[in-house]
């Protein structure tokens, strides 16, 4: 599964737990815009929370935690929040809830350094317990408020104007996001404009997570996943995002802000033993997939891939995996000046090689994977690459007696050049996310090879959280909109 939807997969991670109770936001705020409106105009992503609290006792928490756990993911943040509860003197789950479970807003902003900020809705005591067990020390006044630094962690935190319910609101940053903080304040104090929350009610009625995102490019948040929208030189819109979850299930949806509501795009079933089949930018498929699977060999030298539609499908099949690919280049000419021999035009000849330059492609496809590809040059369409991959002697089994061998990757590219190129504009597929991480875990690098234990700390791939995903999002001249499911793999009972 590509960076891009893992991206967003995160996101989802970390803010979608609140799907499962009823929002406490006063019926006048019921898309929860009073505290987004606290924020400054120019922020480039704001993601509000309700009720937070409950994902703990949710079967989406559960899966999170036992997630957390075996990856070790997140590991320097979970150390940060048990220092934190342990000045507020309560159990980590209790300042979960206190701080962050009722109503909080994330949000980012990019200046020379990128920056974010956490604005959360607090009962008053926890305004006054947070300054004073957490060792808070007055740092300045900016606009008539009092600006603390926690030292341990250098965060700063201030206390904005309370909600309408009474609530005290707090907001916390990292030291080096104060131009961020200085903003809000600004906001407060009437010195500056503030954020609308209009684009939250872009979101359906029942969503539980509203936000907004402003893409900036590759150095932005999201860069990853800009690159599978939009090219390199292409107008960006900003976009409503939301989502909501319902029992095991993460549904997102996402919308050019611009344009009027209308049904989003439904995602295609994944197919079984079809690990991932995708449809977009050529260009993004090889740097957000193939490269980043070690498939680094699958595009010939002399061949450049272009952002034209592409299509990759792996799969398991009789005789082990299976990975297809058609690829937009820009040029087969290029071929000719290079040591290959130039392709044959339309009906192409194949060519056929090993591949085993990485440990990725040989922990999937063997020590002796074959390889086959060709170049489809049609004049009256963009030049295509078609490559195929599969497993070698050691991993593919032998036939039975009396059972048709499994397709070579001869066979494969043969099949694939009588077939249309795809047309479908925008990003489509699904996958197994959690096989397609299990096929690729034994890849990791290892502390010790002796005893092959991996090394611990980091973030672990969060496609080991989702059984299945599907996702179709469009595009077309100034609009985006989009659907993505994932499915949560269901935490053993421990």
Same mark, same amino acid.
């Given at each position: 599964?590509?960076?891009?939807?893992?991206?967003?997969?995160?996101?989802?991670?970390?803010?979608?737990?609140?799907?499962?109770?009823?929002?406490?936001?006063?019926?006048?705020?019921?898309?929860?815009?009073?505290?987004?409106?606290?924020?400054?105009?120019?922020?480039?992503?704001?993601?509000?929370?309700?009720?937070?609290?409950?994902?703990?006792?949710?079967?989406?928490?559960?899966?999170?935690?036992?997630w957390?756990?075996?990856q070790?993911?997140?590991?320097r943040?979970?150390?940060?929040?048990?220092?934190?509860?342990?000045?507020?003197?309560?159990?980590?789950?209790?300042?979960?809830?206190?701080?962050?479970?009722?109503?909080?807003?994330?949000?980012?902003?990019?200046?020379?350094?990128?920056?974010?900020?956490?604005?959360?809705?607090?009962?008053?005591?926890m305004?006054?317990?947070?300054?004073?067990?957490?060792?808070?020390?007055?740092?300045?006044?900016?606009h008539?408020?009092?600006?603390?630094?926690?030292?341990?962690?250098?965060?700063?935190?201030?206390?904005?104007?309370?909600?309408?319910?009474?609530?005290?609101?707090?907001?916390?940053?990292?030291a080096?996001?104060?131009?961020?903080?200085?903003?809000?304040?600004?906001?407060?104090?009437?010195?500056?404009?503030?954020?609308?929350?209009?684009?939250?009610?872009?979101?359906?009625?029942?969503?539980?997570?509203?936000?907004?995102?402003?893409?900036?490019?590759?150095?932005?948040?999201?860069?990853?996943?800009?690159?599978?929208?939009?090219?390199?030189?292409?107008?960006?819109?900003?976009?409503?995002?939301?989502a909501?979850?319902?029992?095991?299930?993460?549904?997102?949806?996402?919308?050019?802000?611009?344009?009027?509501?209308?049904? /989003?795009?439904?995602?295609? &079933?994944?197919? $079984?033993? *079809?690990?991932?089949?995708?449809? @977009? !930018?050529?260009? #993004?498929?090889? %740097?957000?997939?193939?490269?980043?699977?070690?498939?680094?060999?699958?595009?010939?030298e002399?061949?450049?891939?272009?952002r034209?539609?592409?299509?990759?499908?792996?799969?398991?099949?009789?005789g082990?995996?299976?990975?297809?690919?058609?690829?937009?280049?820009?040029?087969?000419?290029?071929?000719?000046?290079?040591?290959?021999?130039?392709?044959?035009?339309?009906?192409?000849?194949?060519?056929?090689?090993?591949?085993?330059?990485?440990r990725?492609?040989?922990?999937?496809?063997?020590?002796?994977?074959?390889?086959?590809?060709?170049? /489809?040059?049609?004049?009256? &369409?963009?030049? $295509?690459? *078609?490559?195929?991959?599969?497993? @070698? !002697?050691?991993? #593919?089994?032998? %036939?039975?007696?009396?059972?048709?061998?499994?397709?070579?990757?001869?066979?494969?590219?043969?099949?694939?050049?009588?077939?249309?190129?795809?047309?479908?504009?925008g990003?489509?597929?699904?996958?197994?996310?959690?096989d397609?991480?299990?096929?690729?875990?034994?890849?990791?690098?290892?502390?010790?090879?002796?005893?092959?234990?991996?090394?611990?700390?980091?973030?672990?791939?969060?496609?080991?959280?989702?059984?299945?995903?599907?996702?179709?999002?469009?595009?077309?001249?100034?609009?985006?909109?989009?659907?993505?499911?994932?499915? /949560?793999?269901?935490?053993e009972?421990?």
């Amino acid at each position: 599964m590509g960076r891009a939807l893992l991206a967003i997969a995160l996101l989802a991670i970390l803010i979608c737990g609140p799907a499962l109770a009823p929002s406490v936001a006063p019926s006048t705020d019921a898309f929860g815009t009073e505290l987004v409106e606290r924020l400054p105009k120019g922020v480039v992503g704001v993601f509000s929370i309700d009720n937070a609290a409950t994902l703990r006792e949710s079967e989406l928490g559960a899966t999170i935690t036992q997630w957390m756990g075996e990856q070790d993911a997140l590991s320097r943040s979970r150390k940060a929040w048990k220092l934190f509860a342990d000045r507020l003197g309560v159990s980590e789950a209790d300042a979960f809830d206190e701080f962050l479970g009722g109503h909080a807003v994330l949000a980012f902003g990019q200046s020379d350094v990128p920056g974010w900020i956490v604005l959360a809705a607090v009962d008053p005591e926890m305004d006054v317990r947070m300054r004073r067990r957490t060792r808070a020390v007055p740092k300045s006044i900016v606009h008539g408020r009092a600006v603390f630094r926690l030292e341990e962690e250098s965060f700063l935190l201030a206390t904005l104007p309370a909600m309408a319910d009474g609530r005290s609101v707090l907001a916390l940053a990292p030291a080096e996001t104060e131009w961020l903080l200085e903003k809000t304040l600004a906001v407060s104090a009437g010195k500056g404009d503030a954020f609308s929350g209009e684009v939250l009610r872009l979101a359906p009625t029942d969503a539980v997570v509203r936000g907004y995102w402003k893409p900036n490019g590759a150095s932005g948040f999201f860069g990853d996943a800009e690159r599978w929208l939009w090219g390199q030189h292409e107008p960006m819109q900003a976009l409503a995002v939301w989502a909501s979850a319902r029992g095991g299930t993460i549904d997102i949806g996402l919308s050019t802000v611009a344009i009027e509501a209308e049904p /989003l795009p439904e995602p295609e &079933e994944a197919d $079984e033993g *079809v690990l991932l089949d995708l449809i @977009g !930018p050529g260009e #993004a498929i090889v %740097a957000g997939v193939l490269d980043r699977a070690g498939l680094t060999g699958l595009v010939p030298e002399g061949l450049t891939v272009t952002r034209e539609i592409g299509e990759l499908v792996v799969k398991r099949g009789r005789g082990g995996m299976e990975l297809g690919a058609r690829l937009p280049v820009a040029s087969a000419d290029s071929l000719a000046e290079t040591q290959l021999d130039q392709p044959a035009v339309d009906k192409a000849r194949v060519r056929i090689r090993e591949l085993s330059e990485t440990r990725a492609s040989r922990a999937v496809f063997g020590r002796a994977a074959q390889m086959a590809w060709t170049v /489809l040059d049609r004049r009256a &369409e963009p030049a $295509e690459l *078609v490559v195929a991959v599969t497993a @070698g !002697p050691d991993v #593919a089994p032998r %036939a039975k007696p009396g059972e048709k061998p499994s397709p070579n990757a001869f066979a494969i590219v043969a099949e694939a050049t009588a077939r249309p190129t795809p047309t479908t504009i925008g990003l489509h597929g699904s996958a197994y996310p959690y096989d397609l991480w299990s096929l690729l875990h034994s890849t990791a690098e290892t502390a010790d090879p002796w005893t092959k234990e991996p090394e611990s700390g980091g973030f672990a791939s969060i496609s080991a959280l989702f059984d299945t995903a599907r996702w179709a999002v469009e595009k077309a001249p100034g609009r985006v909109r989009g659907r993505i499911v994932l499915d /949560l793999r269901k935490a053993e009972r421990r």
